[in-house]
């Protein structure tokens, strides 16, 4: 681990990272009933992708890999120098800061302790998919540029 200035999260974590983020979107879709609709399911190997249940309990493991990877990397952040965030990286935050609070509340909403309105229930529902496809283009654009999380100076050399 390397501090001054520069963060260091090597190549395991972007593999765990990238893994994370395409079995979220991949079991966050299948909640939607396209898979089946689309034949998707009928491909040897992804029958599992059917069934509700199934893909929204996975969903809920990548979101507990989602929340203690992006721990990490929060505590890497804070004891590495604080480098600055790019323009890309501030806008990709903010989207998964909104997808973490809406998944969250989509979570809570199941336990008969927590209490939310219909409207937020509604913000909560509409707002995850919503911020999961523009995450999605977030993504493809910042590749497709090129523009990583992390300003030029703070980049891994
Ligand atoms: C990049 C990250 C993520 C993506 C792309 C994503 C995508 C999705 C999509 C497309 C759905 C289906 C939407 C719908 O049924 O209307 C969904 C549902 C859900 N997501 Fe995520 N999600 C992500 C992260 C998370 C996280 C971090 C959590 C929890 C903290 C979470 C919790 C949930 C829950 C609880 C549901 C609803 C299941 C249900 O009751 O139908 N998601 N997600």
Same mark, same amino acid.
């Given at each position: 681990m390397r501090f001054q200035n520069q963060l260091s999260l090597g190549r395991v974590y972007k593999w765990l990272w990238g893994l994370c983020i395409l079995g979220l979107v991949f079991t966050g879709f299948g909640q939607l009933p396209i898979y089946a609709r689309y034949k998707?399911?009928?491909?040897?190997g992804l029958k599992w992708s059917a069934d509700f249940y199934f893909t929204h309990a996975l969903?809920?493991?990548?979101? @507990?890999?989602?929340?203690?990877?992006?721990?990490? #990397?929060? *505590? +890497?952040? %804070? @004891?590495?120098g604080?480098?600055?965030?790019?323009? #890309?990286? *501030? +806008?990709? %935050?903010i989207i998964l800061?909104?997808?973490?609070?809406?998944?969250?509340?989509?979570? %809570?909403?199941?336990?008969?302790?927590?209490?939310?309105?219909?409207?937020?229930l509604l913000v909560a529902d509409l707002g995850h998919l919503a911020l999961a496809v523009v995450f999605l283009v977030a993504i493809a654009i910042t590749a497709a540029l090129s523009s990583p999380w992390f300003k030029k100076e703070y980049r891994e050399q």
């Open positions: 998707l399911s009928t491909l040897p969903h809920e493991v990548f979101a @507990f890999l989602f929340i203690a990877l992006a721990v990490y #990397a929060i *505590i +890497l952040w %804070l @004891f590495g604080r480098p600055a965030l790019s323009k #890309a990286g *501030i +806008l990709k %935050l800061v909104g997808i973490f609070a809406t998944g969250i509340v989509r979570v %809570l909403k199941n336990f008969h302790d927590f209490y939310f309105s219909p409207d937020t």
